[in-house]
């Protein structure tokens, strides 16, 4: 089994900025992509950002020049730094990761969420 466990959320004022972590462990063999998506109340989940093992990042549009996605493969951590953050980012945040645990099975895994508001 594989958890993923995110930190750093919180209540930050508009304009401000938080970064978010998460961390991956148990049976992982190797992590092919790494992601963060939010669910506002009333909403659906969308992806907010993704990185590939590769390195390389995809954001959404309201996103994108605000939060900056990156990951350190050897500790199987991303981060998601956000900036100039809007009370339209208020959501909770999950963290996805495809994970391999074996030569053939890769998996989608989920974190449990952590809340980010964005209030003055």
């Known amino acids: 089994q594989v958890q993923l466990a995110e930190s750093g959320g919180g209540l930050v004022q508009p304009g401000g900025s938080l970064r978010l972590s998460c961390v991956a462990s148990?049976?992982?063999?190797?992590?092919?992509?790494m992601g963060w998506y939010r669910q506002a109340p009333g909403r659906q989940r969308e992806l907010v950002a993704a990185i590939i093992r590769g390195g390389e990042q995809h954001y959404a549009d309201s996103v994108k020049g605000r939060f900056t996605i990156s990951r350190v493969i050897g500790k199987n951590t991303a981060y998601l730094q956000m900036s100039s953050l809007r009370p339209e980012d208020t959501a909770v945040y999950y963290c996805?990761?495809?994970?391999?645990?074996?030569?053939?099975?890769?998996?989608?895994?989920w974190g449990q969420g952590t809340q980010v508001t964005v209030s003055s």
């Open positions: 996805n990761a495809d994970v391999a645990t074996s030569w053939d099975t890769s998996s989608d895994y």
């Open positions: 148990g049976n992982i063999l190797t992590i092919n992509a």
